[in-house]
């Protein structure tokens, strides 16, 4: 087989001398013996030399000769006569245009094939090999006097000869094995060497093997090894399926359109094998991410950690499933902690492995694999992991987000980014960033991603693969639409062939020459690992309790959570400080449920302790008089109260004991709160005191022209010029205390409240009445009539 140089995948660099055309076999763009002539010119300017050099392409040994009708292969230039016809010329002393029409000249029949059962060629003499081979031999049998001929022809190669590739010699099974393997590699965009694919069949030849799987990997380099295992996992993919193929161990997901396979060898058990085969196979229909083989084989792994676990503790290594109970489980939990305890797997790993074992057992048992001739029947109740069972573990999913300080050093070191990795990988982490979708949504984004809705504001087209939701729009900014049709561009330049249609948005800068190959979620992991790994120190904000003041120092950031998932938690902390809805920020994350996305911004018990320590020292009566100058000496009494919940009116809380022990559905002054001395408030209760204020002065002014009441109903209703005027002095009191703040005090002030009024909202309320919270603001409060 002959591989052409301009194939996609199987294509090589030719010698770039003219006339030549050989595959170049050096860092040079030229063949091996035009590289020895250049060297030997004493390597001149190498475009000059291409211009003014012209060498003929020579290749020996497969023409026939010159002579009409002869069928002797030629034995050498310039004559390009056989070993007979060169002799009879010689003899003759004619010059070659007059021997070849001399009389006395007749064609001669061919000796034969060469007998080395590789070799394509012709024999030169009447021995038994052709000219290449004999020499072999020669050598050899220098080497070797015991030299078995007969095995020698059978595993002896044949000469090299270019960009061709000989397979005569081998097991048809291995020529079709390689031949399907090699087809395999090209269909998924691979390149492969006619040199490594004419090493391996060598390497095939002289071992005598019967199927490509019998080479072993030892010995082998790495380019090597990689075709060889490709075409023995192309091979075994094909041969072994779930729906073909069910005692195999190796079960490729291809048939049923999955990608990748999943093994299930390192189970010891048999019953335990088939059960996990019977859960994969019950599995599969219902599988819709992009990496579903990955997720079962994740659930195998944790069943191969329990068969690991009955084979270590029991006798009969658990092949006996009648004789398990609650004590092997138990047994397999305390192994898990002793493999954390000494560091053999970390904490995280051993509530995963735990948790998929006990939802896969689940899994069996409801899927009928206890029933009779079922490969759990027999199979003891108790030999289950119940919920009692899993060890601890707590993952605040709201710190998984990253800072605003670090995120702005990352983003200072983008311009650095794309020269270190590539620009699909820039462009990744900056989707990542700004649109907030999960990692594998932003690598599989298509080409015609970018669309406008009816106000022409730009929108993302992606897909939910995790839900199975697809064509999901998203509002994005201009600058993300810029950088997006930036990317667009640059594709089509890259692939002009190809319809945009078939075309991702980030295509991978490996097996890709059409550009229908995305970067795959483990490149763009590993580089953002590396480049995490890369940046200087990033200091971060941390909140510490000084002599009970709390204060702020910057601490290192550790980098180990700078992940591309980060981002997905960043977007939603980002959008829930701005002040977004709880129910809107469900929709841009794609959440069924607003209970998920409430996990994603959750504001952590240091965050919040921090917001209540600056508030409370900004503590208020009804007169607008501080009531708390050193915030230390209500810290803990504070902080109890939150935890415990408390009373809150909607403009402040009250501390008077019968409407607290109510509930706040008891208060004796019918929420008047600003003529009672129970009444406290604070900074973070200034927008709800203004906005109350807005609705007595509105209420008064549409009773003062209500009509249709009588005067006692519009008197009992009209809100009273006392309270009026209390309220509009405690705001003015409490407007003019915080402006004597000094701006850095403000700052920190105005972040506390945010946190404090985010907090305050997502709780629960307990039947008083409430008032729509406004956007906050310290400063520019006016007060009209």
Known sequence: MVFPAEHPQLGWTPCRVRGCGKPTASQIPLCANCANYYRAAGRPDFDTYIATTYRERRTWGVRPCRVAGCERPWLTEPGALCRSHLRQRRHLGLELEAFLVDARVTPLARWGQCQVGACPRDRATSGPYCGPHRERLRKHRRLDPGLDEQRWRRTEPAVSEDNAVCLLGLADQVVTELLYGLQHRTENGTKTSFRIFRGLAVRLLRLGAIRTSDLPDVGLDTATRAVR??????????????????DS?????????????????????NWLREAAKHWVFAELPKARSRTAATRMQTHVN?????????????????????????????????WMGHLQATGRITRTTRHRECTHIAFVLRRMRSGGLTRPAGPLHGLADDFALEPDDMPAHHRDPASRDLPPEVVTALIDTLPALEAATSTEFRVAVELLMDTGRRPGEIVALRLECLDHDTDDKPVLL???????????????PEATATIIATQQARVRARFPRTPASELV????????????????IYYLRDNHRRWANSLPELPALAAEIVDGHTRTRALPFPRERIQPYSWRHTYAQRHADAGIAVDVLCELMDHTSMATTQGYYRVSETRRRDAVDRVTALQFDRHGHR?????????????????????????????????????????????????????????SYLPDLEAYLADLLRNRERLACLTSADSWAISEATPSDAEITRIRALISQITHQLGDLGEREQAALRDAVTVVRRARGATVGLGMPTIRHSQTSLAGISHGD
């Open 229 to 246: 295992n490709l075409v023995v996992t192309a091979v075994a993919d094909r041969d072994c399926d779930p729906l073909t193929c069910w």
């Open 249 to 269: 161990d190796r079960w490729s997901l291809n048939s049923v359109g999955h990608a990748g396979a999943v093994r299930f060898d390192r189970i010891t058990q």
């Open 302 to 334: 944790a069943i191969v950690r329990l068969s690991a676990s009955l084979v270590r503790h029991r006798d009969d290594h658990g092949r006996d499933l009648h004789r398990l109970g609650r004590h092997d489980v138990v047994e397999f939990l305390n």
């Open 462 to 476: 992606w897909d939910n693969y995790k839900t199975g939701r697809y064509g999901r729009r998203l509002p994005i």
């Open 505 to 520: 948005l980030l295509p991978s800068p490996l097996k890709n020459h059409d550009g229908r190959r995305p970067i795959t």
């Open 627 to 683: 009531t708390w100058h050193h915030a230390s000496a209500l810290l803990e009494s504070e902080r109890a109260r939150r935890a415990v919940g408390e009373v809150a009116v909607p403009y402040g809380i009250c501390t008077e004991p019968t409407n607290v022990a109510a509930g706040g559905d008891d208060c004796p002054v019918r929420f008047r709160c600003v003529g009672c001395d129970h009444f406290r408030t604070d900074a």
